[in-house]
């Protein structure tokens, strides 16, 4: 079983500044199959990149997905007030579909 | 517009069975895939099941592998989650989530309904 580590666990940034976050997978996994989704207090989970670069529909452009092989990354170019919340990422398209442990994005 | 309603939850007793339902509407449900996904109190994402767009395939997590049976009734727009021998550890939200267009990533999610497995 594939095994995706989140980092950091905490990040604390202020709006207007860059948010960067890590997913690593214990191995080499096909980008085709990777995800993010964000979630608010209280909230369902929302999809915002699939195919590990592909905005959802609705989804800022200040949202974007990068990676390949093990190393796979979410960054927000400016965060907006709105975009605190904590990040999961997720491997899917085998058995299991692996979330990550997740990333809080908190205010500084 | 995408609408995922799920129903069923509750509390109760540990060693005993409990079924969800999720009802969609907004898109032809008979041709997508549907997964459970649940989240326990405080902490992260954790996939269930999964089903196929016609019932034809079926995965499990490990943790409710042979205790979960997940199932889905496309003339009524539903998927459902048997879950039994419920154990303390079971307790979460569980959502039911649509499969996305030509991937297996959960695209639209339901509100979710808590389930509570104590005695």
């Not at chain 1, 905490?10 to 997913?23: H, I, K, M, Q």
């Not at chain 1, 997978?25 to 199959?33: D, E």
Request: aromatic share 12%.
């Amino acid at each position: 079983e594939i095994v995706l580590t989140q980092s950091p666990g905490t990040l604390s940034l202020s709006p207007g500044e860059r948010a960067t976050l890590s997913c690593r997978a214990s191995q080499s996994v096909s980008s085709s199959y990777f995800a993010w989704y964000q979630q608010k207090p209280g909230q369902s989970p929302r999809l915002l990149i699939y195919g590990t670069s592909s905005r959802a529909t609705g989804i800022p452009d200040r949202f974007s997905g990068s990676g390949s092989g093990t190393d796979f990354t979410l960054t927000v170019s400016r965060l907006e007030p709105e975009d605190f919340a904590v990040y999961y990422c997720q491997l899917y398209g085998s058995s299991p579909a692996t979330f990550g442990q997740g990333t809080k994005v908190e205010v500084k | 517009q995408v609408q995922l309603v799920e129903s069923g939850g509750g509390v109760v007793q540990p060693g005993k069975s409990l079924r969800l339902s999720c009802g969609a509407s907004g898109f032809r449900f008979s041709r997508y895939g549907m997964h459970w996904v649940r989240q326990a109190p405080g902490k992260g994402l954790e996939w269930a099941a999964f089903i196929s767009f016609d019932g034809s395939k079926k995965d499990y997590a490990d943790s409710v592998k042979g205790r979960f049976n997940i199932s889905r009734d496309n003339s009524k727009n539903t998927v459902y989650l048997q879950m039994n021998s419920l154990r303390a550890e079971d307790t979460a939200v569980y959502y039911c989530a649509k499969w996305g267009v030509g991937g297996s990533y959960c695209d639209y999610w339901g509100q979710g309904a808590l389930v509570t497995v104590s005695s």
